[in-house]
């Protein structure tokens, strides 16, 4: 079974930092570019951001640069993005998604692989 599984997430203080994860099981993510998307309730999915199949090129949504880094470790089959100076308006639902192609995409619709997603609340 192909799943992907995100996991860190949580309720955090406005400056704070969240470090999130997404394993893949049944299937390697070495040859695929990974995207972080969130949704906040009554609002479209957006990308935040991703990394190539190589961890050479990452892209960030203009919000979260210079908080947010995205890491990976294709031994692992794991890619790790790194919140900082959380905000209020960072809370929502983080989703990871992996593409059969091993550049970057902002557009929900190029991946293919979505996991369930894992809960991101700031607030004091």
């Known amino acids: 079974q192909l799943r992907l599984v995100e996991s860190g997430g949580g309720l955090v203080q406005p400056g704070g930092s969240l470090r999130l994860s997404c394993a893949a099981s049944?299937?390697?993510?070495?040859?695929?570019?990974i995207g972080w998307f969130r949704q906040a309730p009554g609002k479209e999915r957006e990308g935040v951001s991703c990394?190539?199949?190589?961890?050479?090129?990452?892209n960030y949504a203009d919000s979260v640069k210079g908080r947010f880094t995205i890491s990976r470790d294709n031994a692992k089959n794991t890619v790790y993005p790194q919140m900082n100076s959380l905000k209020p308006e960072d809370t929502a639902v983080y989703y990871c998604?992996?593409?059969?192609?091993?550049?970057?995409?902002?557009?929900?619709?190029?991946?293919?692989?979505w996991g369930q997603g894992t809960q991101v609340t700031v607030s004091s």
């Open positions: 998604a992996a593409r059969s192609y091993y550049a970057c995409s902002d557009r929900p619709y190029d991946y293919k692989y």
């Open positions: 049944g299937f390697t993510l070495n040859v695929r570019a």
């Open positions: 990394i190539n199949s190589s961890g050479g090129d990452t």
